[in-house]
């Protein structure tokens, strides 16, 4: 009888805890899954603003200890409010479901990142070895939005700034600067990539049609 009562607690014992390992494996999984929803965009799929601004900063930091460049890049989809107001807002949704495919094939190591910044906008930190490769990394991604098909338009652009970050800087600081290239590229025809420091320069941006699609 002791034998048999013993053999049953041991038994009891095993049930709980593999239900107790159990349990523990759904709430790691819930939590991942939640943490994930928190920091997705919703329509895309891609990162949200959210999960962008918690990234950056680490990314600064870690391009400055390791002193190993990073990029960022934000850009906005071209005349997309008439686009939208014109074929309604599925056909606009497909617009920024493709962009946001187009960015997030892009990135290619660990540390990068493609995300929804707001509205038709996206932001993305990437790694380039020199500002050079980064434009011609950011020129394919351009060729790339512009040559899929929508229909009445016929095409689909985006205008592009970018900085490469060499330095410890604010985040503001960082944006802003992005932001004016971006800016630059909007008001100088639309459809190109301008880097801030070419704007630091008061050089010419260049307009590359020559690069080969991925």
Same mark, same amino acid.
């Given at each position: 009888?002791?034998? *048999?009562? $013993? ?23 819930? #939590? ?12 895309? #799929? ?9 990234? $950056? ?19 906005? $989809? ?13 056909? *606009? ?17 660990? *540390? ?5 910044? *707001? ?71 639309? #459809?190109?990539?301008?880097?801030? %420091?070419?704007?630091?320069? #008061? ?6 049609? %020559?690069?080969?699609?991925?």
């Amino acid at each position: 009888k002791l034998v *048999g009562e $013993i053999l049953t607690n041991a038994f009891k014992n095993i049930n709980y805890k593999q239900k107790l390992e159990l349990t523990q494996q759904q709430l790691i999984t819930a #939590n991942q899954q939640l943490s994930e929803l928190v920091n997705t965009d919703g329509l895309t #799929n891609i990162a949200n603003r959210r999960c962008f601004d918690q990234t $950056i900063d680490d990314e600064i930091q870690r391009c400055v200890r390791y002193q190993q460049p990073i990029s960022l890049l934000i850009c906005d $989809i071209d005349f997309f409010k008439k686009y939208n107001d014109s074929y309604g807002h599925q056909k *606009g949704d497909e617009a920024l479901k493709q962009v946001a495919e187009t960015l997030q094939n892009l990135c290619k190591r660990p *540390g990068d990142l493609a995300a929804r910044y *707001g509205g038709e906008e996206f932001a993305m930190l990437f790694q380039a070895k020199t500002e050079a490769d980064a434009h011609v990394a950011l020129n394919r991604l351009r060729l790339n939005v512009a040559q899929y098909p929508f229909p009445q338009i016929g095409q689909l652009t985006i205008s592009i700034g970018f900085l490469e970050l060499v330095s410890i800087d604010t985040v503001s600081s960082i944006v802003n600067q992005a932001d004016l290239a971006l800016y630059y590229s909007k008001n100088t025809g639309r #459809n190109r990539v301008t880097s801030y %420091s070419e704007l630091e320069v #008061n050089n010419e941006p260049k307009i590359d049609n %020559s690069i080969e699609l991925f």
